[in-house]
């Protein structure tokens, strides 16, 4: 009767890290690989990161922010940005600078990369500068304003396809760190 107890325990304990596990990825943070450079310098190809789920249940999403979000072209795929405006903000690309209601933005984390608008957006797609951001949408761009398909391609996106706020890089390990 005892190796009944010890199967019927180990069932249960995998079972309840089982829920335990699930109840983390539904309701608190998602872990994601990065496949691309879009973020360098702030996030390089190949970096792991934490996207939890819990910020924007407290407050609205805000620029500066990191966020995972659905990508509006390519279904399934999940896409990592920084918000550079927010709804009813003015977002206007001059000489290679970011202004969002006029007022030049500080972004130490594009380095000396140039922001412009796109060549070519997604199809379907009309944006213009300066553009203002729709209700309930916000403005996002990579970091690495030359090698990011961003809102620059695919115009703003809503704020209900954000699936959480990017916060923790945990690998590799020499690059551990909290993201701003």
Do not use: C
């Not at 973020?39 to 609205?60: A, L």
């Not at 990191?66 to 206007?92: C, H, M, N, S, Y």
């Not at 030049?104 to 997604?122: F, I």
């Amino acid at each position: 009767m005892s190796w009944a107890r010890s199967i019927l325990s180990i069932i249960l304990m995998v079972a309840a890290v089982a829920a335990v596990t699930i109840a983390l990825r539904t309701f608190v943070f998602v872990p994601y690989e990065i496949p691309s450079g879009s973020m360098e310098d702030t996030i390089m190809p190949g970096d792991m990161i934490f996207s939890e789920k819990i910020t924007y249940h407290t407050r609205q999403p805000e620029r500066g922010d990191i966020v995972t979000f659905k990508d509006p072209i390519v279904a399934g795929r999940t896409l990592i940005k920084r918000i550079i405006a927010t709804e009813g903000q003015t977002v206007d690309l001059i000489d290679g600078h970011v202004f969002v209601d006029g007022i030049e933005l500080e972004e130490p984390y594009v380095g000396t990369d140039e922001s412009r608008p796109l060549a070519k957006t997604a199809v379907g797609i009309d944006i213009e500068f300066p553009y203002t951001v729709p209700e309930g949408y916000i403005w996002v761009m990579g970091d690495n304003r030359e090698s990011s398909q961003d809102s620059r391609y695919f115009g703003a996106i809503p704020v209900s396809s954000i699936t959480g706020r990017a916060a923790v890089v945990y690998w590799p390990i020499d690059e551990i760190g909290v993201l701003e």
